[in-house]
């Protein structure tokens, strides 16, 4: 199983990007997450989708800026980010689990490489 990350770059703050991540390989996926890994900071949960019914669930502190969506059909889930903020400068990666956890923002089995976002003042 791969998860490709792209969309990552350069943005300037309150504008927006979009970040996908392709899912290959043979897996049945019950959710995906958005997490993100500032410098010198650890890695925190940005939001996550449900494959089948589309269920998302955000962090706080991205809530109403960032929309989860997914692509069943490509296989594909999207960050859309905007009103960014210089503090959202972080490496992003995606991930997925094929089981059902109780909460969205842990037990994540599979991982992308990350891409990195870089929010300019």
């Known amino acids: 199983v791969q998860l490709q990350a792209s969309g990552g770059g350069l943005v300037q703050a309150g504008g927006s990007a979009r970040l996908s991540c392709e899912v290959s390989?043979?897996?049945?996926?019950?959710?995906m997450g958005w997490f993100r890994q500032a410098p010198g900071k650890e890695r925190e949960f940005v939001g996550g989708i449900t494959w089948s019914g589309g269920t998302t669930y955000y962090a706080d502190s991205v809530k109403g800026r960032f929309t989860m969506s997914r692509d069943p059909a490509k296989n594909t889930v999207h960050l859309q980010m905007n009103s960014l903020k210089p503090e959202d400068t972080a490496v992003y990666f995606c991930?997925?689990?094929?089981?059902?956890?109780?909460?969205?923002?842990?037990?994540?089995?599979?991982w992308g490489q990350g891409t990195l976002v870089t929010v300019s003042s």
């Open positions: 390989g043979t897996v049945t996926v019950y959710a």
């Open positions: 991930a997925a689990k094929d089981y059902r956890t109780t909460y969205f923002n842990d037990q994540y089995k599979y």
